[in-house]
Each structure stands twice: as structure tokens, then as C-alpha cells.
């Protein structure tokens, strides 16, 4: 929470128990009653309705006076960055992820969810109609560095907050360069201020590419020593240091999961990871995981949930090291495919994870949201 915010917050608390005392003061005063009757002495010589509309005007009073600092307080305050840096190799559905992500939340969260800048909103609506008819994104380009922009705005009785939230979306081959190639001239980079400024870190693990390699746990353990070379470079490089980043969100995230029980289920998946599956079959993994394809079914949540564990037992040693590194840490298991009317597998599980407490409270009180529980 902004230090502004902690400080509007305090001050509608000392604007609330004085106006609480000016009503006090202004009861005994308008009584005749100051200098002679203590407070509940006065209260015990009104009459039935007197009472009736004493306790409702202090009340209404407090309300009001609250009311007035709050309006104050929204206008005073400019929106929080708050930015999410999302990690991981070419092609693991990263661009995917985040505008499934977007779409999901703007219909969770209504008006509330406003994404901001033409791009983004172009991207976010062109890339969401490919994913929609079964077709993969097209890839973030070496060149492109890009944040999908979108501004949330949460409230309490006391407080308002307004959260510009920022969502890198940059190349696979960057993630690869921060974990590989830590020369001087990388400190310089776009990616690398935004990686080590983020508030919240995505770690993505494509699940396709394990169904489509000839050797999958030792593709799993290139990835898992990749994206550990990462966290360790941002632990020893983030800008507010090793115990701030105890307390931001971290998350290990496996995308394209619905691909498990589509290609696991039958014979010739039950030695899946310590033997490969047949190469026709992954092949058509492939084209299906890059949308050239489209899946012969879609796969519902039990499904999906009784072959992740398949998958995330090979990145173990992963998910320690990043328990251990905060106390915000989830693994999550997602897809960006609709089988119902709710959000797709691990959608709600990654808003909750990565967003402000304020957002998260909110985004519960949805019904689309708890419908997707």
C-alpha cells in the first residue's frame, strides 16, 4: 500500500472520532446541559423520539463527514504502477496467458477493469478472437518491447484505490538473455529495468513443450535450471532488495495444461515422462499447441486437474526454491480454453495470486468470479 494511501486513511480516522466529539460538544451546548449533566445524564433526559433521532443523526453525521474526506482523498490521489513481470521461453503462451487474463478480468470486474492505450486494446481484442476460434496468438516479435496497460479501481468505506497495472509482455528469447548472458550491457535494457521493478513475477512452463520433446525430463530440468538462473539474478538485482521481495507475489505458472488429458489419456501416455510419446503424436501436440490445429475436445477441470500433478512433480526442485524466497508463492496450472460459461482453468487462481489485496477483495465480490470457483 502507497505511503499517501496509509496517510488519507489515517486522516479520515482522525476526521471521523472528531466530528464524533464535535457532535458531543455540540449536543451538551445546544442542551444547556454543559456545565451540570455528564453526557449520559443528558442522553437519559430525552424523550423516546429524541433518542430515536439522536442515534440516527450521529451516525448520519459521522457518514457524511466520512464521505467528504473520501471524495477528497480520491481526487488528491493519482493511480499506483503496479507491474507484473511475466518470464519464460519463446512460444510457452505467455501473450496468450496475459490476454486471456485481460478478457477474463473485464468481465469479472466490469467498469471496474478498464484497459488503457489503443494498442492494448487492439492487441487484447485481436489476440482474444484468434484464442476464441482455437488459434494461437501470433508471437512476440525479438524486437517488441511491450506492457499491456489497464487501470483498476477498488474501494472500501474509507478508501479508494486506483492501481495502473502494467503486464510486460517482451520476447522468450529476453527471459533466456537475463538467465544466460549477464553482461553489462544487459542492465541497460528495457526488459531488464522492467523485470527488476516489477511488483509481481510470473514464471511460465509451457506444457506442450515437454508433450512435444524426445527426452522430457531432461527438457524439464533445462527449463527448471533456466528460470532458476532468472529468480536468482532478480533476487541479487531487484531494486528493493531480498526481504521486500519476501512480500511480493510469485508464481509458477504451467500453461496450455488442457493438452494433458487430451494426449495422456490413451495407452500410449501412460509412460509419459520416462519415455517420450510416439512422434505422430507429437506432432500433432505441436499444431495443436500453436493453433494450427484445432483440438478434437475440450477437456473439463477434473480432467485436467488428474494429469497436472504429471507435470509439476518434474519442477520440484523449482517450486522450493521459489517457497523459499516468498511468502506469497502459487503454482498454478492454467489454460486459456472456455469449456463453460466461467473462466478458463487457473484464470480466477492467477488474478488472486498476482493482484493488490484491494483488487483481489473485489474481484471476489463478482459473481462471474465465485461462479469460476
Avoid at 464524533?20 to 460538544?25: E, G, K, P, S, W
Amino acid at each position: 500500500m502507497k505511503k499517501d494511501s496509509i496517510g488519507s486513511r489515517l486522516g479520515l480516522w482522525i476526521a471521523i472520532l472528531t466530528s464524533a466529539l464535535l457532535l458531543v460538544i455540540l449536543s451538551y451546548v445546544l442542551s444547556g446541559q454543559v456545565s451540570r449533566l455528564s453526557f449520559f445524564e443528558f442522553y437519559t433526559t430525552l424523550g423516546i423520539y429524541d433518542k430515536i433521532a439522536f442515534l440516527i443523526l450521529v451516525p448520519l453525521c459521522s457518514l457524511l463527514v466520512i464521505y467528504f474526506f473520501r471524495t477528497l482523498s480520491h481526487r488528491s490521489e493519482s493511480a499506483e504502477v503496479y507491474s507484473v513481470a511475466v518470464i519464460g521461453f519463446p512460444r510457452s503462451g505467455k501473450t496468450t496467458l496475459i490476454t486471456t487474463l485481460f478478457l477474463e478480468l473485464k468481465l469479472a470486474l466490469g467498469d471496474r477493469f478498464v484497459p488503457r492505450g489503443e494498442t492494448t486494446i487492439e492487441r487484447i481484442y485481436d489476440d482474444g478472437e484468434r484464442i476464441r476460434t482455437g488459434h494461437a496468438p501470433r508471437a512476440t516479435r525479438t524486437q517488441d518491447v511491450f506492457s499491456y496497460r489497464a487501470e483498476i479501481t477498488a474501494d472500501d468505506l474509507l478508501q479508494l484505490y486506483r492501481y495502473r497495472v502494467e503486464v510486460g509482455d517482451f520476447p522468450g528469447e529476453m527471459s533466456l538473455e537475463f538467465a544466460d548472458n549477464y553482461a553489462s550491457t544487459l542492465h541497460q535494457s528495457p526488459y531488464f529495468s522492467w523485470v527488476t521493478s516489477s511488483n509481481a513475477f510470473l514464471y511460465i512452463v509451457d506444457t506442450s513443450e515437454l508433450l512435444c520433446s524426445d527426452a522430457p525430463t531432461a527438457t524439464a530440468e533445462k527449463i527448471m535450471k533456466s528460470l532458476q538462473a532468472v529468480h536468482a539474478r532478480l533476487q541479487d538485482q531487484h531494486v528493493e532488495g531480498d526481504r521486500n521481495i519476501r512480500k511480493m507475489p510469485v508464481a509458477l505458472v504451467f500453461t496450455k495444461v488442457d493438452l494433458l488429458p487430451i494426449f495422456l489419456s490413451d495407452e500410449s501416455g501412460k509412460g509419459w515422462p520416462n519415455t517420450p510419446l510416439p512422434l505422430p503424436l507429437r506432432t500433432q501436440i505441436k499444431e495443436t499447441a500453436q493453433g494450427e490445429t484445432i483440438a478434437l475436445k475440450t477437456p473439463d477441470r477434473a480432467e485436467i486437474k488428474n494429469y497436472v500433478s504429471r507435470i509439476t512433480k518434474l519442477f520440484e526442485e523449482l517450486e522450493l526454491v521459489l517457497r523459499q524466497s516468498t511468502n506469497r508463492f502459487e503454482l498454478i496450472a492454467v489454460s486459456s480454453v472456455k469449456s463453460d460459461n466461467r473462466m478458463p482453468p487457473g484464470i480466477l487462481e492467477l488474478a488472486f495470486a498476482i493482484l493488490p489485496i484491494p483488487a483481489r477483495r473485489k474481484l471476489f465480490q463478482s459473481k462471474y468470479a465465485r461462479n469460476s470457483l
